[in-house]
Structure formats: structure tokens, C-alpha cells
């Protein structure tokens, strides 16, 4: 099975950016598509962003897109998701998610939280204003 670790959360300023890293271990990772998603309390789990398994073919919210980017790196078996131009509302824990793409193809990828089979434990941003 694959573990994920996310880390890069804090405080920071509107308008300012942030890195987050999801790192993985376990096998297979490089048939895993990954996702971001963000929750605040008494909401659902949102999507954020994916990307398939070779990388390369990526999605996004449209709350996010233009200014947050996914990719990965297969031989470091992490995930990233680069922040720009953050906005209080994009405060959250943010989570990173592993979903299993070995039977649909290395183009595949998910926006809904129940196909993403692993899960990390969350990272907090905060974006003041």
C-alpha cells in the first residue's frame, strides 16, 4: 500500500505564494494518479487539482486555475502543488491523495474523492488578509 506525507503548509499573506510536497513510499507509485484537495470545518472535501500517472496531463478547479499548479516527480515519489497569488479563501488543510490507475492507463485521473484509494493526514494553510 502507499503512505503519503504532506508538508509546505503555513501562514501566509494574500498575494503570496506557498509549496506544498506530498511524498509517497510504497509500490507502484508510478501507476498512482494524485490529487489535492482542501476541506475547512463543517464542508465536504473539495478538489483541487490531479494529474495522471506519467504527469503531464493535469486538472484543476476552477477556483484554482491560473494560479496553483500540480506535478510530480516519479523518481522522488512526490507530489507538489505550487500556490501563486493565494486568496483567504484558499485557507484549508489541504490534503494529498493516491488513486490506483493501473487498469485505466497512464492518461487517467479523478476530481471525485471517492476513486483516490490513499489518503495524507492534511496540512494546514492559513491565508491572512
Known amino acids: 500500500q502507499v503512505q503519503l506525507v504532506e508538508s509546505g503548509g503555513g501562514l501566509v499573506q494574500a498575494g503570496g505564494s506557498l509549496r506544498l510536497s506530498c511524498a509517497a513510499s510504497?509500490?507502484?507509485?508510478?501507476?498512482?494518479?494524485m490529487g489535492w484537495f482542501r476541506q475547512t470545518p463543517g464542508k465536504e472535501r473539495e478538489f483541487v487539482a490531479a494529474i495522471n500517472w506519467s504527469g503531464g496531463n493535469t486538472y484543476y478547479a476552477d477556483s484554482v486555475k491560473g494560479r496553483f499548479t500540480i506535478s510530480r516527480d516519479n523518481a522522488k515519489n512526490t507530489v507538489y502543488l505550487q500556490m501563486n497569488s493565494l486568496k483567504p479563501e484558499d485557507t484549508a488543510v489541504y490534503y494529498c491523495a493516491a488513486a490506483y490507475a493501473g487498469m485505466y492507463g497512464s492518461n487517467w485521473y479523478s476530481t471525485e474523492t471517492s476513486d483516490y484509494d490513499y489518503w495524507g493526514q492534511g496540512t494546514q494553510v492559513t491565508v491572512s488578509s
Open positions: 510504497g509500490r507502484t507509485f508510478s501507476r498512482y494518479a
